[in-house]
């Protein structure tokens, strides 16, 4: 079946514009995660989702970034006034359910503020 | 905090040769322990991972790793790799009854020559 999607592929923007990022889970997977991958700072958690719970967004790094779930599905990434240190690696997962513990990767949208 | 150290950035091997990346993790709570595979250009993909049982767990393209709870390590081996082993590898954590989030190690490159 098909995996989880990202869009676009690639992004490139100007410093202090704002972006969205859009992620489509696998269908039926209930938790959705948001990673960011940079070459200093690695692979970082951002925000987690399961179900009509409250999202944990503890790895968000600032203010200017927030993400919402519409309808248990898709997920979009805002960051407003990126950046340059914004750019990176924006990767989504999702995974079945809670105690599941197997997250299914999207191929990543790349950032780049200019 | 959690926290996990890949100690070798890049291991270079030849084809045939066994191999063995190193994990080792901090932290104050139990932990579920994984290791993810990126072939280049692509997404994160799971290669194993260690939920309670056996020390031993088994995963795909014939990789295994150990967990040793008093030395805090998940190192991942293959007795003889391909060509087509050569990838990033991340090692990652969760928190037991958390929001089942990964904390990630900085990766280590593996390259094989032939």
């Known amino acids: 079946g098909a995996g989880v999607s990202q869009s676009p592929s690639n992004k490139v923007t100007e410093k202090g514009k704002d972006v969205e990022l859009r992620c489509d889970p696998i269908s039926g997977h209930t938790a959705l995660y948001w990673y960011r991958q940079s070459l200093g700072q690695g692979l970082e958690f951002l925000i987690y989702f399961q179900g009509n719970s409250a999202p944990d967004k503890s790895g968000l790094p600032s203010d200017r970034f927030s993400a919402e779930r519409t309808g248990g599905s898709v997920s979009t990434l805002t960051i407003q006034r990126t950046q340059q240190e914004d750019s990176a690696v924006y990767l989504c997962a999702s995974s079945l359910r809670t105690g599941d513990y197997e997250q299914y990767f999207g191929p990543g949208t790349r950032l780049t503020v200019t | 905090a959690q926290s996990v150290t890949q100690l070798d950035s890049q291991v270079p091997v030849f084809e045939e040769a066994p191999v063995e990346l190193r994990c080792n993790y901090s932290s104050s709570v139990s932990v579920y322990l994984f290791w993810y595979v990126q072939y280049p250009n692509q997404g994160l993909q799971l290669l194993l991972k260690?939920?309670?049982?056996?020390?031993l767990v088994k995963g795909i393209n014939g990789f295994e790793a150990e967990f040793n709870k008093s030395q805090t390590s998940f190192h991942l081996r293959k007795p003889s790799v391909h060509i087509s082993d050569t990838a990033e590898y991340f090692c990652a954590v969760s928190d037991k009854g958390g929001s089942e989030k990964l904390v990630f190690g900085k990766g280590t490159k593996l390259t094989v020559n032939p």
């Open positions: 260690y939920l309670s049982g056996s020390t």
